[in-house]
């Protein structure tokens, strides 16, 4: 038998504290992979921030079915899942992200007018990438009450 020693860790050895700054910046990371794609997804169906149809390539509207709206809701209900993957898990939904916003740099190149905003994409998917290796890091592993 064991001693309750050897068999128990502490919580500070078992977990990062919040002081860690590369748990810091999982969390934040995190947390702003959650809730941006949700937020940006659920937009898609009200176009309050801006007229969402009007960042889709002339070529994908020509391939695919329907509207450039119709082509919208789909973007924001893969957008909304990928920010439920990110929140539950992140080392999974952070490479889901990347390839994500991949693509929509890919899209956004080939609209002549927003290289500026694929530029700005492709800052968001470096930290998508970050956030996951940083997941990767602290895998299983919460903050010390």
């Not at 038998?1 to 995190?30: C, E, H, K, N, W």
């Not at 439920?84 to 899209?107: C, E, T």
């Not at 694929?118 to 996951?132: I, N, Y």
Request: net charge positive.
């Amino acid at each position: 038998m064991s001693s309750a020693t050897t068999t128990t860790t502490s919580a500070a050895t078992r977990r990062p504290a919040l002081s860690d700054p590369g748990y810091q910046a999982f969390v934040i990371l995190r947390t702003g992979f959650t809730v941006a794609p949700i937020l940006f997804g659920l937009d898609k169906f009200a176009n309050l921030l801006v007229d969402w149809p009007t960042y889709l390539a002339p070529w994908i509207n020509d391939i695919v079915p329907g509207s450039a709206q119709a082509v919208m809701y789909a973007v924001g209900v893969i957008e909304i899942v990928a920010g439920l993957v990110v929140a539950l898990v992140p080392r999974f939904g952070g490479w889901l992200v990347a390839g994500w916003l991949a693509g929509i740099i890919v899209n956004l190149l080939t609209t002549p007018g927003y290289y500026d905003v694929a530029l700005r994409d492709f800052g968001l998917l470096l930290a998508a990438v970050a956030l996951a290796r940083l997941a990767q890091r602290y895998h299983g592993k919460r903050q010390s009450h």
